[in-house]
């Protein structure tokens, strides 16, 4: 039908009209189709439950139309790329990086400099960002440098904009073509011979076989680091892992698709929605796998799957710049649907099972960015307690994914037992990809890919379902090789028996280096440095193997160091020394040094060495308040303010708060925020009174949780989850507390024991948790920590003891300067061991005690901590001494301390006895041991031990030579009791056998009130032969069903042991699977 212009336009104005009409209730239309297709449905099959489902589906719409609308609302509308912006010249040079810049195909090459003083600079480049201070010059190429000719002036803008669809085009095929050939265009190392070789046959050739067998290679070029790289490669013996065939069962594909979202972009003609509908039917389902295996089970390329697109989005919104463009690649639904199964699934199973590298974090099941987060935090804990010198490279790898050889994937994948048609398929379809470019001008006709004798269009495709774990499992061999040659970093905890030990902390591309010098190193600061370099280096060396290479321009470093200063040490906050690294072709860049109270953003946190916690608090003030002010100003229903809070508010603040800890006061200004913003949408008057807004409902409150105790829960569940794993994280936390512990001078567990203040040492997260439990009343069992030992009867911790009476933060500061320095925690440590007298040379500063433990570093105090220390054991324990006697006179104990306890020592004392033995200690030999002979009193020298038996006790001697010592003090033999051997518990009947295999159970419960915990056990030879037995356990601080239930375990076992009885075979039940587990282990691993 012909129209004229002006009934055109009315028509398109009309059809406008009824389409926002249809806009606007598009979702209740949608909703109610929903509700009419499930009754009918319901109805033809005979559901009777038809109503319940149907609400059920139509409150996923209504929360799916909500959702839409809160994203629209808290990210802002998506604006289509409808231009793009190139440089008006080719030259630039960049007085920040002392590098120039060449603009090639909409890529910008950054070439190092050679010699600044005659404008020369190196011929090889990397790609990168120009910088904004970059200004045009001109230049003259040499076959050995580049050389500088004219600088010219800055103009107001070096950019144009192309808006043309034709040459937006055209401009992005080729800038994508030129991004993706960039590390064979760079060459270096991954184009050496070897790595040449490796890449050969799509990197499934026997030469790769043989490497990953283990086989030594013997190569001209190989580098120390590519060898210890290929031996991480190599598959370890003894390993069965089952292969991925790429065979695809029905069930398997039907779940692929059922577990698929719908709404997922692809490339290919059908959608996501389509092969859903297409997989619930099952003889659909039955041809499509078979359909779908081929190419995989046979190595071949399906040519529908070597078609895709090249979504171009901005990186940063609003910033259309030709080179800081992000491509994202949508595929064919079934081929990339099939590659998460085949590799993200199948292929990491097997890689789990050959033992992943304990440093990579990201692409894993149970590892988050929150736990690597959490191990940095911990790191800094322990280095801060400890007064270690800690120091961290953060790199930045230059467009990863983008820089990945898919032929090294095939090579490193084949060690998780990919078979090679599997690979040969994958590889195939990449190498005979066509990509389109898609903007919001649309998607381009033409298409670049792999053309013949042009550099290889190499990098995984992002967006590819394989890509992340084809990384992971690739970043894991860099990761091991770098461990094998690399210092690292390493706290022990006081005795040794746990360490925080690492090279590197990585979670996908973003990788935290670390060094930490020799705990008794006589000079930290440098040792750490030196190190930091080496492995910092050997890191950039090893990522220039596979093809990656290291944004120096982006990488920074920090170093926690400490000097002395009256008495305390303070961290350094400026130093001299600087980190170089060089590319593999010679260049020089000098990295970035923040201070130690400033954060490199990482993981979307702000964490400082200092403990500095103000940054990340601002952060995350910041985010909250302009989220609030956006859901303010959208005036939302209260069904919408309602999700709103507890699908945007929440897990935005939620994620901010586990790795900080804010005080109570910042908590409160962040609910100041949350509450003004949220609540008149609940329909609640903003200045509700706050027990009624966090008040639990059922006393008539809205039970909406507050940032403060929402911090507290989060911490209390995580450090809970962690230490039940007793994985990487568990051990860092341990090994933190243990610390803690040692600094804290308390013999009884800290965070069973919460009160008194420990503001005398570092705050951390740790302590902030300590804060919290004594906030509300709660204390924390932790089965494994360590505390030091009381050493005899009536011994006590000199801290605990002091904090019973009043003291200034001042003293109490002092007190822990003396106690560290002395390297003493119970009166025992300090006291003669006549256990009567404190001796006063002790107590003016010039003595320490022999230790093998790793103490906080502590200068030399000031001599006002010794006259405190003085002055509170005189008003404590030593209460008949003379405030006026001499600094160096004895100190008398008012209540003298008893036997000596069998258990492990806090000190190494001089001398010590244990039957008809003396052990003496001598400084660089050890323990001496010397012999009674006769009844005279004099011990003869028998040589040196290693150790010494837990049941000697320190005593006094004379020395009368090396080879003899005197003493005639009788050896009081100790007749306690077995530390930690309970008696069977209550027999409520007994008629067992004693012989025979038997069989046990047993369960554990609380009276939380009555803090009484209970267990009972059973031990059976059949239904008629059994004893049963229960125990009542109180004065316990810290109450748990999980405690509960192994009491009764070890009840059981023990009373096993009291009937004399010695099965072969104990069968046990038990309705606590942790503690089973924990049964189970014959050994606890701290990593």
């Known amino acids: 039908m012909l129209m004229t212009v002006s009934q055109l336009r009315k028509a398109v104005t009309r059809r406008r009209k009824e389409l926002w009409a249809i806009q606007k209730d598009c979702e209740q239309r949608r909703s109610n ?55 008006t010249g080719e030259w630039y040079y960049s007085e920040q990086g002392n590098e120039i810049f060449h603009y090639d195909k909409g890529v910008w090459e950054a070439y190092p400099c050679k010699d600044k003083e005659s404008h020369l600079y190196y011929t090889h480049h990397t790609l990168k960002v120009i910088t904004e201070d970059a200004t045009p010059i001109s230049v003259t190429k040499y076959p050995e440098h580049i050389r500088i000719d004219t600088f010219h002036d800055k103009p107001t803008t070096i ?39 490796i890449r050969s046959e799509h990197g499934l050739s026997e030469f790769n076989e043989r490497i990953l067998r283990g086989e030594k290679v013997e190569e001209m070029d190989a580098t120390p680091e590519l060898l210890d790289w290929l031996e991480a ?45 297409l997989a619930e039917q099952e003889d659909f389902a039955e041809f499509l796998c078979i359909m779908m295996s081929l190419p995989f089970l046979y190595g071949f390329a399906n040519d529908r799957w070597c078609n895709e697109i090249d979504v171009m989005l901005e990186k940063k919104p609003g910033v259309r710049k030709i080179h800081m463009l992000r491509i994202i690649g949508l595929l064919h639904a079934d081929f990339n649907t099939a590659l998460k199964f085949l590799f993200a699934k199948q292929m990491m199973q097997n890689a789990e099972n050959l033992g992943l590298s304990d440093e990579q974090w990201g692409s894993r099941k149970n590892r988050s960015s929150i736990d690597a987060a959490m191990l940095k935090l911990l790191m800094f804990e322990t280095a801060r307690i400890k007064k270690a010198t800690l120091a961290g490279t953060f790199y930045d790898l230059v467009a990863n994914y983008d820089r990945i050889f898919p032929s090294i994937s095939n090579f490193i994948a084949r060690r998780s037992s990919v078979n090679q048609t599997v690979l040969k398929a994958r590889a195939l379809v990449i190498e005979r990809m066509r990509r389109r470019v898609k903007t919001g001008l649309g ?46 970093m ?95 072709k010679g260049g020089a860049a000098v990295i970035e040094f923040l201070e130690p109270d400033q954060p490199n953003k990482g993981l979307g946190y702000l964490l400082c060495p200092t403990g500095n916690q103000k940054h990340q608090y601002n952060a995350v003030y910041t985010a909250i308040k302009v989220l609030c002010q956006k859901i303010v100003g959208a005036q939302l229903s209260e069904k919408e303010t309602r999700q709103a809070l507890f699908q945007r508010l929440y897990p935005k603040l939620d994620y901010g708060l586990y790795a900080s800890y804010f005080t109570e006061e910042e908590c409160t200004n962040i609910d100041k925020l949350t509450n003004a913003a949220f609540l008149p949408g609940l329909r609640v008057n903003r200045n509700t009174p706050r027990s009624i807004v966090h008040g639990p409902t059922e006393m008539g409150g809205l039970a909406l949780p507050d940032c403060y105790t929402r911090q507290t829960q989060h911490h209390i569940k995580y450090m809970i989850k962690q230490l039940r794993w007793d994985k990487t994280i568990g051990g860092d936390i341990l090994a933190t507390l243990d610390n803690i512990q040692l600094a804290s001078g308390f013999t009884t567990p800290i965070l069973e024991k919460v009160t008194p203040t420990l503001d005398y040492i570092d705050n951390g997260w740790i302590i902030d948790l300590r804060d919290r439990l004594n906030t509300i009343g709660a204390t924390m069992w932790i089965e494994d920590s360590w505390q030091p030992k009381l050493q005899r009867e009536k011994d006590f911790s000199l801290m605990e003891r002091f904090l019973r009476v009043k003291t200034t933060p001042q003293e109490r500061k002092l007190l822990r300067m003396a106690l560290h320095h002395m390297r003493v925690v119970t009166l025992a440590d300090i006291a003669d061991p006549t256990g009567t007298y404190i001796p006063g040379d002790r107590l003016t500063g010039t003595w320490r005690a022999n230790t093998a433990w790793e103490w906080p570093k502590q200068p030399q105090p000031p001599k006002k901590a010794f006259a405190t220390l003085r002055r509170l054991l005189r008003n404590t324990i030593c209460q008949y001494d003379s405030p006026y006697q001499p600094i160096d006179s004895d100190l008398s104990i008012t209540e003298p301390m008893g036997e000596w306890l069998s258990v492990e020592r806090n000190i190494i004392h001089d001398c010590l006895r244990y039957d008809d033995t003396i052990y003496c200690y001598s400084p660089g030999e050890g323990f001496i041991s010397y012999s009674k002979r006769g009844e005279s009193g004099f011990f003869n020298l028998t040589g040196t031990v290693e150790s010494v038996p837990i049941h000697a006790y320190p005593i006094s001697i004379v020395t009368v030579d090396r080879n003899q010592v005197w003493t005639m003090k009788r050896f009081r033999r100790q007749t306690q009791p077995e530390p930690g051997k309970p008696v069977p518990g209550r027999v409520l009947f007994d008629n067992l ?16 009130d009555d803090g009484i915990m209970t267990a009972g056990w059973l031990i059976a030879n059949n239904e008629d032969e059994k004893t049963a037995a229960i125990f009542a356990v109180t004065n316990i601080n810290s109450l748990s069903s999980y405690r509960a239930e192994l009491e009764g375990t070890f009840r059981l076992l023990k009373h096993i042991d009291y009937l004399g009885m010695s099965p072969d075979e104990v069968i046990h039940w038990c309705d606590n699977e942790a503690a089973v587990k924990a049964t189970n282990q014959q050994s606890i691993h701290t990593p």
């Not at 670049?448 to 379902?465: H, M, S, T």
């Not at 004693?994 to 009276?1007: C, E, P, T, Y």
């Open 233 to 277: 490669i190599a598959v370890p013996p003894n390993v069965d892992n089952p292969p991925v065939t790429g065979l695809i069962t029905r069930q398997e594909y039907q779940d692929m698709f059922k577990n698929a979202r719908e709404r997922t972009s692809s490339g290919g003609e059908a959608n996501y929605t389509v092969w859903k509908a």
């Open 159 to 197: 950019w144009k904009d192309i808006t043309s669809a034709e040459e937006v085009e055209t401009y992005l095929l080729l800038r994508n073509k030129r991004h993706l050939q960039q590390a064979d265009i760079e060459g270096g190392v991954s184009s050496s011979n070897i790595m040449r070789k």
């Open 33 to 87: 189709w929903i509700a009419t297709l499930a009754e009918d449905r319901a109805r033809a099959a005979g559901d009777q439950d038809w109503e319940r489902k149907m609400n059920t589906m139509k409150k996923r719409v209504d929360e799916s139309q909500i959702n839409r609308k809160l994203t629209a609302i808290t990210k802002g509308q998506h604006s289509q790329l409808d231009l793009i912006q190139i440089p």
């Open 443 to 488: 998607t381009s006709e033409r298409s670049y890919g792999q053309d013949p004798d042009d550099p290889e269009v190499g990098g995984e495709v992002q967006g590819k379902g394989d890509v992340p774990s084809l990384w992971c499992v690739q970043s894991d061999t860099l990761l091991r090789a770098h461990s094998k040659g690399a210092y690292g």
């Open 490 to 584: 390493c706290l022990n905890n006081p005795v040794k028996t746990r360490q925080i030990k690492r090279c590197n902390t990585q979670f996908v591309d973003d990788n935290d280096g670390w060094a930490s010098a020799p705990f008794d190193c006589d000079n930290p600061h440098q040792e750490t440095v030196r190190r930091m370099r080496h492995d910092a280096q050997r890191w950039n060396n090893i990522n220039n193997i596979p093809g990656q290479t290291v944004a120096f321009h982006k990488c920074k470093w920090q170093i926690l160091a400490w000097k002395a200063i009256n008495g305390e040490m303070e961290i350094y906050h400026s130093t001299e020394d600087t980190l170089v690294l060089k590319d593999n």
């Open 993 to 1008: 056998n004693r012989q025979g295999h038997i069989k046990g159970a047993s369960d554990g419960s609380l009276l939380r």
